[in-house]
C-alpha cells in the first residue's frame, strides 16, 4: 500500500511538471509568434474560476499590435497545468500574448526596465533576451 501511495505521488508531480511542454523558441521566434508584444506595469490581478487569472496592465511601450493605456490578458492556468502565466503587481514586464490576449509561460515574458540602463550592470535583468531583441529593430528606443 505504502508503495502504492508514493508511486502515485510521483505519477502526479511528474505529470504536472511534464505537462506544461512549449519547446525552445528563440526571442525572434517568441516575438513572430505573438500578436500584442508592449511593455507593462501589472496593476491588479483576479482569479476568475474557470476563466483562470486575469491580470490588468498599464501600458509603458506598445512594441507590436494596437493597444490602449490599459491592457487585460488572461492567463492560460485553467487546463493546462503548469502553463499559467504569473505576474507581480507593481512589477513592469514585457507582455507577449496572442490574438485573444490570452498568456503562458509559452508565450514568452521578460522584464521591462528603461533603455537607459541597457549598458549598465542591470542589464542582466532582461531574464529572456526578448528586450533585448525588440529593442533591435526599435527606431524609437527608450
Request: hydrophobic share 35%; aromatic share 10%; with cysteine.
Amino acid at each position: 500500500m505504502k508503495m502504492f501511495i508514493v508511486s502515485l505521488m510521483f505519477l502526479l508531480v511528474a505529470s504536472e511538471s511534464m505537462a506544461c511542454s512549449c519547446g525552445h523558441y528563440t526571442p525572434s521566434e517568441l516575438i513572430s509568434r505573438a500578436s500584442f508584444i508592449y511593455a507593462g506595469t501589472a496593476i491588479k490581478a483576479e482569479r476568475i474560476k474557470g476563466r483562470g487569472v486575469k491580470t490588468t496592465f498599464e501600458v509603458i511601450r506598445n512594441f507590436k499590435g494596437i493597444t490602449s493605456s490599459i491592457e487585460v490578458v488572461w492567463s492560460l492556468g485553467v487546463g493546462f497545468p503548469g502553463c499559467g502565466m504569473t505576474y507581480v503587481i507593481g512589477k513592469s514586464h514585457i507582455v507577449l500574448a496572442n490574438n485573444k490576449k490570452q498568456v503562458s509561460r509559452c508565450s514568452g515574458y521578460d522584464e521591462y526596465y528603461p533603455a537607459k540602463y541597457d549598458n549598465s550592470s542591470r542589464m542582466d535583468i532582461a531574464i529572456r533576451g526578448i528586450l533585448k531583441e525588440l529593442r533591435k529593430n526599435d527606431k524609437h528606443n527608450q
